[in-house]
């Protein structure tokens, strides 16, 4: 089935840098969706992304859609300790969510 | 607290032995999912409630799993005759609405461990 792949696997920062994770897919996609997983935790909604070319931003993070509908990036600027944990891309087929990969941002104070 | 709860949190259990997991929904939410999720993958998908018809299970729920909501509100995963590639974290997650893209609160799981 059609799968997305995040990169990378695993990012290690130092307090302060900033941080992106990349996800990409084969096929256009309806809808883009991003999640933070924290250790322990459960997926946690951060935001919606449909239109081509869209960007959305909270405070230090920003979203992009890409113009082909294909990829999609998460940038988190002058990142933080409460920042660290899994961050997955995910779109909305029908009646399911489909995953990428995540990526895992360990942050070093 | 009115997010999604489930219930255990942890179970362990020996090859063979059935286990039962509980979650319950937002309470407005009419769509209800469920994922499996391994150590250092995303979520899979497993099956789909819209109140209370299943309207899709994927590939990975084999005859041994089973899913209910009898009512339309809380929903059971019951597993039987487990076996250790069973072992998983099983998250639970709601939605409201039509569409099948809507944002979706995911509950804190149960991580199964099946010796």
């Known amino acids: 089935g059609q799968q997305v792949m995040q990169i990378p696997q695993y990012q290690h920062v130092q307090e302060g840098e900033d941080f992106t994770t990349y996800c990409n897919s084969s096929?256009?996609?309806?809808?883009i969706q991003w999640y933070k997983q924290r250790p322990g935790g459960h997926p946690v909604f951060l935001i919606q992304?449909?239109?081509?070319?869209e960007v959305k931003k909270q405070k230090r993070l920003t979203f992009q859609f890409g113009e082909a509908k294909k990829n999609s990036s998460l940038h988190i600027t002058a990142t933080q300790t409460t920042d660290v944990g899994t961050y997955f891309c995910?779109?909305?087929?029908?009646?399911?969510?489909?995953f990428g990969t995540g990526t895992l941002l360990a942050v070093q104070p | 607290d009115t997010g999604v709860s489930q219930d255990p949190r942890h179970k362990i259990t020996k090859r063979g032995q059935n286990v039962t997991f509980r979650c319950d929904p937002i309470?407005?939410?009419?769509?209800l999912y469920w994922y499996r999720q391994t150590l250092g993958q995303g979520p899979e998908f497993l099956t789909y409630?819209?109140?209370?018809?299943?309207?899709?299970k994927s590939r990975l729920l084999s005859d041994r799993f089973s899913a209910e909501r009898p009512k339309g509100s809380f929903s059971t995963l019951e597993i039987q005759r487990t076996e250790q590639g069973d072992s998983a974290m099983y998250l639970c997650?709601?939605?409201?609405?039509?569409?099948?893209?809507?944002?979706?609160?995911f509950g804190p799981g149960t991580r199964l461990t099946v010796l």
């Open positions: 997650a709601s939605s409201i609405g039509l569409a099948g893209d809507n944002e979706q609160f």
């Open positions: 096929t256009t996609l309806s809808n």
């Open positions: 992304l449909v239109k081509s070319g």
């Open positions: 995910a779109y909305g087929a029908t009646n399911k969510l489909i």
């Open positions: 309470s407005e939410h009419n769509r």
């Open positions: 409630f819209q109140n209370e018809a299943q309207l899709e």
